[in-house]
T-cell receptor, first 114, second 112 residues
Framework: DAKTTQPPSMDCAEGRAANLPCNHS???????VYWYRQIHSQGPQYIIH???NNETNEMASLIITEDRKSSTLILPHATLRDTAVYYC???????????????FGGGTRLMVKP | DAGVTQSPTHLIKTRGQQVTLRCSPK?????VSWYQQALGQGPQFIFQ???????QRGNFPDRFSGHQFPNYSSELNVNALLLGDSALYLC???????????FGSGTRLTVV
């Protein structure tokens, strides 16, 4: 079973920041938060991951609350090409056999509008 | 550098038949996982192969089997196809011990 809760859909205006929330209230201390996205008719694409600290890369920023029970993925300047389903995933560390698999939930369908 | 390559891209099979799907991992990757994605749902983990052995398996029946070859490529076999096996089958590869999977674009299987 997925260990995360996400809103099923969100809209965002082109050029504005898209803030996608994720609730993972049962996360364990050594589990990571991962974000993937899936554009229509393609395989999921890795975006970013984090453990405790906020993370930023060329695609997005990940903000994890201090109690680690929730996180937010931020796309700073959304474009039409960012329209996709975004998945928030909690993953055990790789030294745990369960860390080999990704457990996807339903994700958030982000629609970026002109 | 080619990413994960899957073949075929689309496939139509009849109920009861058998099917084989193929995956070539990204260069430098030695671990291959397979996922099933039904329409409108998130991908579901089928199994993972490393060093030519199945290392972990999701909640799928024995009709689903796989193989990994010495060159790290992999096959997914599904026997006695059911209508409910219609889905997008995704292959993902990674370098053992390294976070982050690279997914292929998938094989769309339709069972009629």
């Amino acid at each position: 079973d997925a260990k995360t809760t996400q809103p099923p859909s969100m809209d965002c205006a082109e050029g504005r920041a898209a803030n996608l929330p994720c609730n993972h209230s049962t996360i364990s201390g050594n589990e990571y938060v991962y974000w993937y996205r899936q554009i229509h008719s393609q395989g999921p694409q890795y975006i970013i991951h984090g453990l405790k600290n906020n993370e930023t890369n060329e695609m997005a920023s990940l903000i994890i609350t201090e109690d680690r029970k929730s996180s937010t993925l931020i796309l700073p300047h959304a474009t039409l090409r960012d329209t996709a389903v975004y998945y928030c995933i909690v993953r055990p560390p790789l030294n745990n056999n369960a860390g080999n698999m990704l457990t996807f939930g339903g994700g958030t369908r982000l629609m970026v509008k002109p | 550098d080619a990413g994960v390559t899957q073949s075929p891209t689309h496939l139509i099979k009849t109920r009861g038949q058998q099917v084989t799907l193929r995956c070539s991992p990204k260069s430098g990757h030695d671990t291959v996982s397979w996922y099933q994605q039904a329409l409108g749902q998130g991908p579901q983990f089928i199994f993972q192969y490393y060093e030519e052995e199945e290392r972990q398996r999701g909640n799928f029946p024995d009709r689903f089997s796989g193989h990994q070859f010495p060159n790290y490529s992999s096959e997914l076999n599904v026997n006695a196809l059911l209508l409910g096996d219609s889905a997008l089958y995704l292959c993902a590869s990674a370098e053992a011990g390294i976070y982050g999977y690279t997914f292929g674009s998938g094989t769309r299987l339709t069972v009629v």
